[in-house]
């Protein structure tokens, strides 16, 4: 996944979404996450976590289940 500032620096950022049946989380990287039943939240690492204006960074993972793309939010804490 791409993580993309706007037109402001951030420096920290946090993705959530939520599976929509039966996936589960298996690993992450340039991410961490925790998982609470088919909810899942990816905060930055602590290298990845200041992004400047227009810039951006990404994570990935891979997943076990059914494929899906459930629709994700991105805030800067």
Do not use: L
């Amino acid at each position: 996944m791409t993580v993309r500032a706007g037109s402001a620096a951030v420096n920290g950022w946090t993705v959530k979404w939520t599976w929509p049946g039966g996936q589960t989380f298996s690993s992450v990287w340039n991410g961490t996450q925790s998982v609470s039943g088919s909810s899942v939240t990816v905060r930055n690492a602590s290298y990845n976590g200041s992004i400047a204006a227009g810039a951006s960074t990404t994570f990935g993972f891979t997943a076990n289940g059914t494929a899906a793309t459930p629709a994700a939010t991105c805030t800067s804490p």
